[in-house]
């Protein structure tokens, strides 16, 4: 390898955590937004329902497996269910280049994402808020720093910000969905959430386009390309059911013996004859 010397530039970027909690809400409890926050604030839904409203936007019911932004500087107001209310943990940002962060990824757009439970980002928000309640001691300051970056590169490459393809004719739409599946199934964060976030629509309208197009839904299309993809393993190799597994886009053996007896009525060492 030739010698090499290179300046990096721009090397720092400000951005931390400032605060965090937890928060069971009692039936209706609402957060009032006139009140202009200086910091963004990450909410998960940890459990439960409730109501989110942000200004330029209609109001949403989210749930279990969601979050929600309260950008700084920017009306908000909250809601929890009355039968149901929510359970949710929050994480505030402060710093310059936060909010240059934030708008490299499409959370701005409507300041939600629906259930990000199957992605690299909620591991991270996970792991991270884990380690925010432990002692604090400088490795444990160390890994929180590490962890935020991480948390902020998997925001940004997992949900970025498309421009809106709302406009693009729905014939093109379900194409672009069928050849992202078509191509990705064997991927295990190919998922319909990933779809939805990448095409700049909503779950019920790529529903109504796959129910127009293929009579059943982008989950069960899905579904449908692991477990024949899967039929033709078990009958043309001898993988072991966790190669098989892996093969088609599930991460473990048990999880794909369930959704394959689901979709074929036997078990994988069953229809292999085994």
Request: hydrophobic residues 30%; charged residues 20%.
């Amino acid at each position: 390898m030739p010698n090499q010397f290179h300046n990096l530039t721009n090397p720092e970027i400000d951005s931390h955590i400032l605060f965090y909690g937890q928060q069971q809400c009692q039936p209706d409890e609402y957060f009032e937004g006139d009140n202009l926050r200086k910091n963004d604030v990450l909410y998960y839904v940890i459990k439960g329902t409730g109501s989110f409203l942000s200004s330029g936007h209609h109001e949403v019911k989210l749930k279990t497996g969601d979050l929600f932004l309260v950008p700084r500087s920017r009306t908000c107001s909250f809601q929890a269910d009355h039968s149901n209310p929510w359970e949710y943990l929050w994480i505030g940002l402060t710093g310059s280049d936060t909010g240059k962060i934030l708008k490299a990824s499409n959370l701005p757009n409507k300041n939600f994402l629906r259930q990000i439970q199957n992605t690299k980002f909620f591991s991270t928000l996970t792991e991270l808020y884990g380690v925010l309640n432990k002692k604090k001691t400088l490795l444990n300051h160390l890994q929180i720093a590490s962890l935020t970056y991480q948390l902020f590169y998997h925001l940004v490459s997992e949900f970025p910000d498309h421009p809106p393809v709302r406009k693009i004719p729905k014939n093109d739409q379900y194409q672009i969905a069928i050849n992202y599946l078509n191509k990705n199934y064997t991927d295990p964060t190919c998922n319909i959430i990933e779809l939805c976030n990448r095409l700049g629509v909503s779950r019920s309208f790529l529903y109504s386009l796959f129910r127009k197009n293929t009579k059943i839904s982008p989950q069960k299309y899905l579904m449908k390309l692991r477990m024949e993809a899967a039929k033709k393993e078990l009958t043309s190799t001898t993988h072991n059911l966790k190669e098989v597994a892996k093969k088609v886009g599930y991460g473990d053996e048990f999880t794909f013996s369930k959704a394959f007896k689901r979709y074929s009525g036997v078990s994988p060492n069953v229809f292999r004859g085994n």
